[in-house]
Structures are given as C-alpha cells and as structure tokens.
C-alpha cells in the first residue's frame, strides 16, 4: 500500500504565497512521476503540475507563478503570486514505475482571500 500525505494548505491574500507538501510513504520506494492536481468548488479535477524523472510540466494557468520539486518521494509545489483563481482542494499524486497504478492523497484546501 501507498499513502500520499498532503501539507501546507491554508487561507492566503491574493499576491501570497504557499508551499505544498506531499509525503509518500508505504511499499513503493519510487514513482515514475508525482504531481498535483487541484478541483475549484463546481469544477472538474484538473492537472496543474507534475514531475517525471526531472521533467516538469505546467498547465498554463500556473506557468511561472508555480514550482513544482521533488526529494525522493516528496513533491512541493512552491506557489506565488496567488490569485482568488487558484482557490482549490489541491491533490498530490503518484504513478507507479510502470505506470499501471496511480495513487492519490486526500486532498488539502487552498483559499485565497482578501
């Protein structure tokens, strides 16, 4: 088994910044990828970023506001420049070194508010 363990979400100002945090721990000792993923009140669950073997990728709504790292199996997603768009449950998660299994955390909220 896998548990992904999310931290660092919370109540921000626009213009502030978050670092997230998303801890794997349990039988697998590596991912093939990690990433986030985040659901507005309403929508759907959509990817935000992600890293694979040191590749990142954005989705444009975050493209230079947002970093995504990792150190063996935790992944941070250091956000800036906050806006009231990016408030979220933001997701971590995990895919299997041969891809077949993808692993999810509970989810941690984000709200940016003045």
């Known amino acids: 088994q896998v548990q992904l363990v999310e931290s660092g979400g919370g109540l921000v100002q626009p213009g502030g910044s978050l670092r997230l945090s998303c801890a794997a721990s349990?039988?697998?000792?590596?991912?093939?990828?990690m990433g986030w993923f985040r659901q507005a009140p309403g929508k759907e669950r959509d990817l935000v970023a992600r890293i694979t073997s040191g590749i990142t990728y954005y989705s444009d709504s975050v493209k230079g506001r947002f970093t995504i790292f990792r150190d063996k199996n935790t992944v941070y997603l250091q956000m800036n420049s906050l806006k009231f768009d990016d408030t979220a449950v933001y997701y971590c998660?995990?895919?299997?070194?041969?891809?077949?299994?993808?692993?999810w955390g509970q989810g941690t909220q984000v709200i940016v508010s003045s």
């Open positions: 998660t995990a895919l299997s070194n041969d891809g077949m299994r993808d692993f």
């Open positions: 349990g039988s697998m000792l590596s991912f093939k990828s």
